[in-house]
């Protein structure tokens, strides 16, 4: 069979590459080569966008070494299983695609996957290849996440946190037992030993930072934009509470910089096992929400989880709104003596504006007017706060109130008005 052109193979692994959302570019460390006369830096710009089927916009140039893999995971369109066509990259020709996008500025580096070929190991060396030529023989310094194949040795696992600026191990689905119905090869305990070993080396990297001063040696560099995970949401029946309690999990246990949550969207030639939906996006808005309170509002995971209903977030309100109005004991919130802490509790009331709020408080007590320059969403405040000129006598208690700080719903064609 003669070999697909370049071109071909580029569009058939990007394309394959699309539904991995795990590959933001957040927390690389500075570099920039200009020192030794090489190219590339992690902080300028020069991205690309890929846009999945649903409108995620991805950045980076993204694609698969390969995308035959012999992995049967039900939710995958390069399953083993699947009938898409195949095709494959040398890590020459990785290295010297990311170099002319790279000059052509369109990309501002790379983010490399790959089906399993042969064996774990076997791949990792192919796709470490890659990353060696940028690095060595193109002397590229920009940014480079991989994701790595948690089954690879140690070694291979070490050697990768080396050389690129970020790693990331796919948990796909947030429980056991979702693994072990849809990617039944993927086993979770392996998966969390190699996090747990990206974690250690992470460490052991920085502690050696920190006693560079001392010393002047050049530290050891491991992966300083650390690593990131990603989970499908939809493909199996696991609740946003499930997928919550593993994220936080993740977060506390692994060090993890990010977990992404990707809406399961439907795959050409579905295994009979998925479901036949469209990929629920609302739900992977509201995880994020619950994930960044989780991360800069000072919320633990089983507060969110409480203001869920049957383990479900709610679709129509964020997850802040709804915990504050499970707990309307707390409210409403003196803006003008509360600490940052319950400040952030505030539905409507976010980090800038709590920054802005302790910052101005200190010369003068706050008025609805101040407020109304610090948040857009002032409205859905009210409720919840106090200040100088303002307090809502009542408000917490009405039957009304949910309703009313619940969007309006869009009525269907044929529904009665
Ligand atoms: S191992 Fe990765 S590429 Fe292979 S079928 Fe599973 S998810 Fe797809």
């Known amino acids: 069979m003669p070999q697909k052109s370049l071109q071909d193979r580029l569009a058939i692994l990007a394309d394959a590459a699309k539904y991995d959302a795990s590959c933001a570019s957040s927390g690389a460390g500075n570099r920039n080569a200009l020192k030794d006369k090489g190219i590339g830096s992690t902080e300028g710009m020069g991205i690309c966008h890929a846009y999945a089927p649903d409108g995620r916009c991805i950045s980076l140039l993204k694609i698969l070494l390969t995308n035959a893999c012999i992995y049967d995971c039900a939710y995958c369109i390069n399953r083993v299983s699947s009938n898409v066509e195949r095709a494959a990259f040398t890590p020459a020709e990785v290295a010297d695609l990311t170099m002319a996008f790279y000059r052509r500025n369109y990309i501002e580096g790379l983010f490399l996957s790959s089906g399993i070929i042969r064996t774990s190991d076997y791949t990792m060396e192919l796709m470490l290849e890659a990353v060696r030529l940028l690095r060595t023989e193109h002397r590229f310094s920009g940014y480079v996440h991989l994701k790595t194949i948690p089954e690879c040795s140690p070694e291979l696992m070490s050697e990768a946190g080396r050389l690129a600026d970020r790693l990331s191990i796919n948990v796909e689905l947030p429980t056991r037992a979702g693994l072990k119905q849809l990617a039944p090869e993927k086993d979770e305990t392996t998966i969390r030993t190699a996090m747990g070993h990206v974690r250690s080396r992470i460490e052991d990297a920085k502690d050696a930072r920190r006693d560079r001063t001392l010393r002047r040696a050049k530290p050891p560099r491991f992966a300083p934009g650390g690593q990131s995970t990603q989970m499908i949401v939809g493909a199996d029946a696991a609740s946003d509470a499930e997928i919550l309690t593993t994220s936080a999990t993740l977060y506390a246990g692994y060090g993890l910089r990010r977990v992404y949550y990707s809406a399961f969207s439907p795959i050409p030639a579905p295994s009979a096992v998925l479901p036949l939906k469209a990929p629920p996006l609302k739900r992977e808005h509201r995880l994020y929400q619950a994930d960044w309170l989780h991360r800069f509002y000072g919320f633990e995971m089983p507060e969110i989880e409480a203001a869920t209903t049957g383990g479900m977030l709610d679709l129509d309100i964020d ?99």
């Open 319 to 417: 997850p802040k709104l709804a915990w504050a109005l499970r707990n309307r004991h707390v409210f409403p919130v003196d803006v003008n003596k509360a600490d940052r802490e319950m400040l952030l509790r505030i539905p409507g009331i976010g980090t800038t504006a709590v920054k802005a709020i302790l910052k101005t408080r200190r010369h003068r007590s706050l008025r609805l007017d101040d407020l109304s320059k610090m948040t857009r969403a002032l409205k859905r405040a009210l409720p919840f706060l106090v200040a100088a000129d303002w307090r809502p006598t009542q408000m917490l208690d009405a039957a009304g109130l949910e309703a009313s700080l619940r969007p309006p719903k869009q009525m269907e064609l044929f529904d009665a008005p």
